[in-house]
């Protein structure tokens, strides 16, 4: 047993063997199993795990090299790596959380059984073991065999696992196959749970109420984005894909729900790059009798209860160095935009501000005013150097439709965006109550729309009918969940923290 070490793995002797040949192979050598053996790899049902992996490895970590436990373990798992070599293999064993290293032997399994594993046994095979735990002299803790059972066959190959699986087409396609090869990506997924499972503990703690609204809307409002159509047949009726949980939120606070939120997939038929995937997930939070700056505290409890759930509130996110600790800086437009760029949208005439966009290279229209600019100029030269956490407040109410207004500015609304990494993280403001206003909003945005502009607010009837009921001040919020995961596990792209993300058919 000494050796252990020295034998070439399976797995890389196949390595030039094409996936296709060795699928051919073990399809052939399943029908030979069933027919010489009259075994069914697929017919088992149950297998009683008595010890998972983590507990044998914690039962039996302090054993010396070569002392043996003399208690039977019974477990379950996938074989990943497969050494073998004359009357003795071991194997890479995982169970989804741990892996340790099991020991077939000729002297302990007897003829018959080792002549079976020996024959029809592949590494991808799920496993029943029974066997106790020893050391090797080399010091690896091992489960020695002393009886198995084939509980699922594999028909194709383990992902290579040297050198790991690097082709992001296929991991994004094959997700199954990058956990394989890639246990961190599982891990990165448990993480994605974590982070989850807080955002609602911390919610549930201010005693918020989690609800579920509709995915599909004969109306699709609550953001300015590009829905998805679909038809329902019955009613002969187009309905959408909801971009936003917003309407329907703000409809419940309006039936005395009292604080509500929701966690789930939204939908937008537009760009995909590192940062957007079509189906995406949110958190939208909605509080009566509360104002914005009661959302950045909980945005910042929120970030923080996350990082400090599965890591640091430092963290280093692709190289750079950023951190969590509260508070977040807090700072308008305005002020950013003028720290940045020197030019001042406070005292700035419209013309004037039309002028320096000019300047800039920014494509500006002669009727726009200085608050339509403003937020170009915020997207063009400021956005990109928010690296620190930074609550961005003061956006004008041309760019939001559903903000309420500043009472000492009614050009801009009392809204921020937290921005973290240069992404836009959160979004939140006072809710537009005044049903009133909020026709008015509607009737500017249907005319955008009317002009061809597909992402502007569609009019809701029936929202502004239960604004007219009653909506008690209220603040609400938006996270965009997958960036938050991103950032907390240094996840390059969308699609490595999306299990299943959006892919182009394969031609």
Known sequence: MSNEANNKPQQKQKSMMPEEEIFRQRKDKLTRLREEEGYDPFEQNRWEVKNTLKHIIDSYDSLKEEEWSEDIMQTAGRVMILRRHGKTAFATFEDGVSKMQICFQFDLLGEEKYTFFKKWVDAGDFLGVIGVAFRTQRGELTLSVKDFRILSKALRPMPEKWHGLKDTEIRYRQRYADMLANPEVRETFRKRTKIIQTFRKVLDAHDTLEVQTPVLSTIAGGANARPFITHHNTLDLDMYLRIATELHLKRLVVGMMGRVYEIGQQFRNEGMDIKHNPEFTTLEVYWPFCNYEDMMDLAEEILVACADEVGSRVIDYQGIEINLNTPFRRVSMKELVKEHTEIDFETISDEDARKEAALRGLDV???????????????????????????????????????????????????????????????AFNELNDPIDQRVRFEDQAKKKAEGDDESHPFDEDFVNALEYGLPPTSGMGIGIDRVIMLLTNSKSIKDVILFPTMKPKE
């Not at 997207?379 to 207004?405: C, D, H, M, N, W």
């Open 365 to 427: 229209k002669p009727s726009q005013t200085r608050y339509e600019i403003l937020p170009m100029f915020f997207e063009a030269f400021v956005e990109e150097k928010l690296i620190q956490p930074t609550f961005v407040t003061g956006y004008p109410t041309v760019i939001s439709p559903l903000a309420k207004r500043n009472k000492n500015n009614p050009n801009i609304t009392d809204r921020f965006e937290l921005f973290v990494n240069s992404w836009e993280l959160a979004n």
